[in-house]
Each structure stands twice: as C-alpha cells, then as structure tokens.
C-alpha cells in the first residue's frame, strides 16, 4: 500500500515568516496530493489540492509543488499569519488516500 | 448547506461495554470513511465503504464493526474487544473516487472510564 512521510513533524515560525512542509510518497500509481488543515477538537478540511498532471498550483498565500518523478510534494505558505496556526496533513490517492503524520505549525507573533 | 454529521461530540464508554458512534452525510456521496486519531499521529483508517452494503477494512479494523445500510448513514461500533479505544474519531465521505478530496466531520473524543 501507499506509505506518505511527513516532514518536519513541528514547525515554528515568526509571523510574516514563509513555512515548508515536504511529503514524499512510496507507490507511483498515486495520482491525487491533497493538503488539509485542522484545529484544535476540529475535523480536518481540504485547503488546497494538485494532481499529477501538473507541477504547482497556487491560492493566495498557500502553493503546492509537485516532483513526480522523485515521488514527493511540497507546501508552502507565504506571510504567516497567527491564524495559520494549526496541524497540516499531506495525503497520496491512487484508490483512497493515504495521510502522512502531520506538521504542527505555531506562528509565533 | 450540506455536510457531514458526527455526533456525539464526546463519549465515555465503561470497559467491557460497546458503543456506536454517528456518521451521517448529505453530499449525496458514494463513499463513506471511519480514522482513529492519536495525539501527535496521523490519521490511521479503520474501516471504508464505496458503496451501500458493502465496506472494507482498513488499517486497524480489529476491535471495531461497521454497517452501511443506508447512503447517508455509517455508523461505527467500538466494542469491548478493542483494547486502547481512548482516541478521537473522524469521519469522512468522498464521491466514489477519492480524486475529489474528502469532507470531513467534525469528530468525537471517545474516553473509557
């Protein structure tokens, strides 16, 4: 089956300050890379997503990278705010996804 | 608007006893998912189903049942038989083909006493 890793496990950064998260995942026939965001006591929620047909998209502040060929993939957030704050998750489909073991990221102020 | 329903929000569960825990969805979606979560780890998939009357097991099935009997409906036992059931639950749904991302609920803690 799909095996993602998640790297760095926590992440501090200063507000206004840009973040990286970086995924890499085993199996090549996945074909779907979504990033979800979760808060505290919440459910996670899909922030932005790329399949493999292509190499970036961007949304605002948020951006995600694709490396198909070294089987990993990137995101990025730009302008920290405190409202970033939060655990993100990276996740590979080919028939259901696969969640890597997320990133806790504090914005500090 | 539509959405994904868990309820309760938090449930405590004597040793040796079974509960159920609520998933209903209105996103007219095909597929339907059960994760456990743990401090400081990921999501680990219990159970799924793409279809009605139909469901498969995940990664950590043992000690939990499913049913889907209906399309909006996937309801999660916790039974006596799942021996570290301390955790918070996620549920999940998709359109048949998980390329479409999933919609999450909003989760519940479940604590033995």
């Known amino acids: 089956g799909e095996n993602v890793e998640q790297h760095p496990s926590t992440l501090s950064v200063q507000e206004g300050d840009s973040a990286v998260i970086k995924c890499t995942y085993s199996d090549s026939a996945s074909n779907y890379f979504p990033w979800y965001k979760q808060e505290l006591g919440k459910g996670p929620q899909l922030i932005i997503d790329?399949?493999?047909?292509?190499g970036e998209k961007k949304d605002q502040r948020i951006a995600v990278t694709l490396n198909k060929t070294a089987k990993h993939f990137s995101l990025h957030i730009t302008e920290t705010q405190p409202e970033d704050s939060a655990v993100y998750f990276c996740a590979a489909a080919d028939y259901k996804l696969s969640f890597g073991a997320g990133t806790t990221v504090t914005v500090r102020a | 608007d539509g959405g994904i329903t868990q309820s309760p929000k938090y449930l405590f569960r004597k040793e040796g006893q079974n509960v159920t825990l609520s998933c209903e969805q209105n996103l007219n979606h095909d597929a339907m998912y059960w994760y456990r979560q743990d401090p400081g780890q990921g999501l680990r998939l219990i159970y799924y189903s793409q279809i009605v009357n139909d469901f498969q097991k995940g990664d950590i099935a043992e000690g939990y049942s499913v049913s889907r009997e209906k399309k909006e409906s996937f309801p999660l036992t916790v039974t006596s038989a799942q021996k570290n059931p301390t955790a918070f639950y996620l549920c999940?749904?998709?359109?048949?083909?998980?390329?479409?991302?999933?919609?999450f609920g909003s989760g519940t803690r479940l604590t033995v006493v």
């Open positions: 999940a749904s998709s359109q048949r083909s998980p390329l479409y991302g999933y919609t």
């Open positions: 790329i399949r493999s047909n292509v």
